[in-house]
């Protein structure tokens, strides 16, 4: 079992910064990929950004060269630096975790983005 913590998010300005932060518990040592997803009203959890142990990223086409995750593996933590946010950015982000074959999700972190 793995529980996540995340914090960060709130409302900003077109334009703003935020950073998000997940923080790890329990069965750490079993996490592999690290990523952050995000959900609008009325639409499905999309991808944002993924990192794996080894350090290698993907990003959701919308968020390249503006956001960059990041993570620490002796912490187990992972970041989302969110940079030049558009409104279309505003959702409710998950952080998640995989271990085998299992995905843990936090419970989510609402951004709104004012035009």
């Known amino acids: 079992q793995v529980q996540l913590v995340e914090s960060g998010g709130g409302l900003v300005q077109a334009g703003g910064s935020l950073r998000l932060s997940c923080a790890a518990s329990?069965?750490?040592?079993?996490?592999?990929?690290m990523g952050w997803y995000r959900q609008a009203p009325g639409s499905q959890r999309d991808l944002v950004a993924t990192?794996?142990?080894?350090?290698?990223?993907n990003y959701a086409d919308s968020v390249k060269g503006r956001f960059t995750i990041s993570r620490d593996n002796a912490k187990i933590t992972v970041d989302l630096q969110m940079n030049s946010l558009k409104p279309e950015d505003t959702a409710v982000y998950y952080c998640?975790?995989?271990?085998?074959?299992?995905?843990?999700w936090g419970q989510g972190t609402q951004v709104t983005v004012s035009s």
């Open positions: 990192i794996t142990s080894y350090g290698s990223t």
């Open positions: 998640n975790v995989v271990t085998g074959p299992y995905h843990y």
């Open positions: 329990g069965s750490r040592s079993s996490i592999r990929t």
